[in-house]
């Protein structure tokens, strides 16, 4: 399954491919794989995804049409 939110993200936000590598610290090749499907995202990566991105983990996966995040926990 492609991550097509994660994409848009990214791409909305103008952020490359490479400086997403270097904040999530994995190659560029790696994290282009996350984005194309080809290999699963560790859960402990999706977390910083959904912080970074300002959304929950079921929205970058598709299940949930919901984008806003839900409540943190204080």
Same mark, same amino acid.
């Given at each position: 399954?492609?991550l097509?939110? @994660?994409?848009d993200?990214r791409?909305d936000?103008?952020?490359?491919?490479?400086?997403?590598?270097?904040? @999530?610290?994995?190659?560029?090749?790696?994290?282009?794989d996350?984005?194309?499907?080809?290999?699963?995202?560790?859960?402990?990566?999706?977390?910083?995804?959904? @912080?970074?991105?300002?959304t929950?983990?079921?929205?970058?996966?598709?299940?949930?049409?919901?984008?806003?995040?839900?409540?943190?926990?204080?």
């Amino acid at each position: 399954m492609m991550l097509q939110r @994660l994409r848009d993200f990214r791409e909305d936000r103008d952020i490359s491919q490479k400086k997403m590598a270097e904040l @999530l610290n994995v190659a560029q090749t790696t994290y282009s794989d996350y984005e194309r499907g080809k290999i699963n995202i560790p859960l402990d990566t999706l977390k910083k995804l959904a @912080l970074f991105f300002d959304t929950s983990i079921d929205y970058l996966l598709e299940l949930t049409d919901e984008a806003k995040p839900y409540p943190r926990k204080k």
